[in-house]
């Protein structure tokens, strides 16, 4: 290899690494200053959007599975941020609503990473988006990554709650 091929393939590590780097610092930021996960915030934020939604809805929408929905949604009940309660009009449903505590922990809960760079996103180009994804793929490619399932949202790779729709 070239001096110049590698310093530019150090340069493109460095580039991911500070993306894996800003994704755990947020995670992690997020954690000690209001005690939620990005996927639980993830969650919330879907449930302030919608006013009511249930599991399966919230699962879809989030691109998660039921069951950590579900999971998600037992650690947001016990701290009070979000109530299940069965649909008046079919008692089969359960529906998932916000709390007044959820509703103020999201008021003062900062923007999501992933929110801020759909925002820049969205400014490109629709070439320079086209060879972002791209270049990202073939990222993907050479790392041998194409088979590891991923959901559309920044989170930290700690987070236990965490399981892909399936």
Same mark, same amino acid.
């Given at each position: &290899? ?6 530019v393939?150090e340069?493109?590590?460095? +580039?991911?690494r500070?993306?894996i780097?800003a994704?755990?610092? #947020?995670s ?6 209001f005690?939620l996960t990005i996927?639980q915030?993830?969650?919330?934020? =879907? ?8 599991v *399966?809805?919230? +699962?879809r929408?989030v691109?998660?599975? #039921?069951?950590?929905?579900t999971?998600i949604l037992?650690?947001?009940e016990n701290?009070g941020? +979000?109530?299940r309660?069965?649909s008046?009009e ?7 609503r916000?709390?007044e505590?959820?509703?103020? /922990? ?8 992933q929110?801020h760079?759909l ?6 180009? #629709?070439w320079?988006?086209?060879? /972002?994804?791209?270049s990202?793929?073939? /990222?993907?490619s &050479? &790392?041998? +990554? =194409?088979?590891? =399932?991923a959901?559309p949202?920044?989170m930290g790779?700690?987070d236990?709650?965490?399981e #892909?729709? *399936?």
């Amino acid at each position: &290899m070239s001096d110049f091929s590698d310093s530019v393939s150090e340069q493109v590590l460095t +580039a991911l690494r500070q993306i894996i780097r800003a994704i755990d610092l #947020q995670s992690k930021n997020l954690e000690r200053r209001f005690g939620l996960t990005i996927p639980q915030l993830v969650v919330l934020k =879907e449930v302030k959007r919608a006013g009511e939604l249930t599991v *399966g809805e919230i +699962a879809r929408r989030v691109n998660l599975s #039921q069951a950590t929905v579900t999971s998600i949604l037992d650690r947001l009940e016990n701290r009070g941020l +979000a109530k299940r309660s069965r649909s008046f009009e079919d008692k089969r449903r359960v529906m998932v609503r916000m709390t007044e505590q959820g509703s103020g /922990i999201l008021k003062e809960s900062p923007s999501i990473l992933q929110e801020h760079f759909l925002r820049q996103f969205g400014k490109l180009n #629709q070439w320079e988006q086209t060879l /972002i994804l791209s270049s990202l793929q073939r /990222i993907v490619s &050479m &790392m041998n +990554a =194409e088979e590891i =399932e991923a959901v559309p949202h920044l989170m930290g790779g700690f987070d236990s709650d965490v399981e #892909q729709k *399936g």
